[in-house]
């Protein structure tokens, strides 16, 4: 069974940073691309960034490039998050998924067939 569990999200002042991680389990972690979407408030899902199975590429939705880091664990069979600069509205419900297809990258959160339940990030002061 595919799991995907996020963790490290919370409450964070505008300016600060915030890592999430992504856990996944029952699937080959090393094949697949891994992508990080988010949910703002009353809002639909915004894709946020994404690396490549290999880790060798990564991609970032315009207002996240140099403030978002995306990285893998290969050994840890888990992803990152790393969020500088953090502004109010970032604030969203974090969700890491990934398509099924092997080693196939997609910016489009449609496409996903495997997602955690998502972690909280509030950026207020």
């Known amino acids: 069974e595919v799991q995907l569990v996020e963790s490290g999200g919370g409450l964070v002042q505008p300016g600060g940073s915030l890592r999430l991680s992504c856990a996944a389990s029952?699937?080959?972690?090393?094949?697949?691309?891994m992508n990080w979407v988010r949910q703002a408030p009353g809002k639909g899902l915004e894709w946020v960034s994404t690396i490549s199975w290999n880790g060798a590429s990564t991609y970032y939705a315009e207002s996240m490039k140099g403030r978002f880091t995306i990285s893998r664990d290969q050994a840890k069979n888990t992803v990152y998050l790393q969020m500088n600069s953090l502004k109010p509205e970032d604030t969203a419900v974090y969700y890491c998924?990934?398509?099924?297809?092997?080693?196939?990258?997609?910016?489009?959160?449609?496409?996903?067939?495997?997602w955690g339940q998502g972690t909280q990030v509030t950026v207020s002061s």
């Open positions: 998924a990934t398509d099924p297809r092997v080693r196939y990258v997609s910016f489009d959160p449609s496409e996903y067939h495997y």
């Open positions: 029952g699937f080959t972690f090393d094949d697949y691309t």
